[in-house]
């Protein structure tokens, strides 16, 4: 069984350009979340994708987006990137919706916004 | 905002047993309390976690009071790879299976 597994892990942007992060979710999980950790915090949920649909979001604005494929990997897309994108992009993948279902994080992405 | 109240810090002592603390005053009867932890650049990792009744598996042991409003988290021989920031986080049943993260504590096992 493969853990959830996150690309690149660092990635340097200048402001105003646009990323894609990409994430392949635990063999068997149909449900990915994304989450952004800036230093010193705890992570802040971004939105959450089951069978290939947004299934609730966070507080992002929608330059903020998200894609689920057939199987199950996830992209986190963030256009106009600000200073303050700059963070650990974190996702994470369960069995499915249900909540006594513990969610599996990868390692994370480090962005960093010039 | 998070529902949970953790100290920033701690201290154990190798060998010894961790006790980390958490208050979730305001829990509603059918949210579960969630443990997961952050070692230093690597995803946060679930620990344990449970609705009313106390809660043990091979990592630690969870010790949720009667009236639910607080609970204990239990490493029970802290080792040196326990360090990591500890988040205690009331999960909401049913729907989006969003976790809500607070600051957690940041537990240092010293030799």
């Known amino acids: 069984e493969t853990g959830v597994t996150q690309s690149p892990t660092h990635l340097i942007k200048t402001r105003g350009q646009q990323v894609t992060l990409r994430c392949s979710s635990q063999?068997?999980?149909?449900?990915v979340s994304w989450y952004q950790q800036a230093l010193g915090q705890g992570p802040q949920f971004i939105f959450q994708?089951?069978?290939?649909?947004?299934?609730g979001r966070g507080n992002f604005p929608p330059r903020f987006s998200g894609l689920q494929f057939p199987n199950y990997s996830s992209e986190l897309n963030v256009n106009a990137l600000e200073l303050d994108d700059s963070a650990l992009y974190l996702c994470?993948?369960?069995?499915?919706?249900?909540?006594?279902?513990?969610?599996?994080f990868g390692p994370g992405t480090r962005l960093t916004v010039l | 905002d998070a529902k949970t109240t953790q100290p920033p810090s701690m201290d154990c002592a190798e060998g010894r047993a961790a006790n980390l603390p958490c208050n979730h005053s305001t829990i509603s009867g059918n949210e579960y309390v969630y443990w997961y932890r952050q070692i230093h650049s690597q995803g946060p990792q679930y620990i344990i976690h449970g609705l009313k009744n106390n809660e043990t598996n091979e990592m630690a042991s969870l010790i949720i009071t009667e009236d639910r409003k607080s609970s204990t988290l239990i490493l029970p021989h802290a080792t040196l790879r326990d360090t990591a920031v500890y988040y205690c986080i009331v999960r909401p049943q049913g729907g989006s299976e969003k976790l809500v993260f607070g600051k957690g504590t940041k537990l240092t096992v010293n030799p």
């Open positions: 063999s068997g999980h149909n449900t």
């Open positions: 994470a993948s369960s069995r499915d919706r249900a909540s006594y279902n513990e969610q599996f």
């Open positions: 994708y089951y069978r290939e649909e947004e299934n």
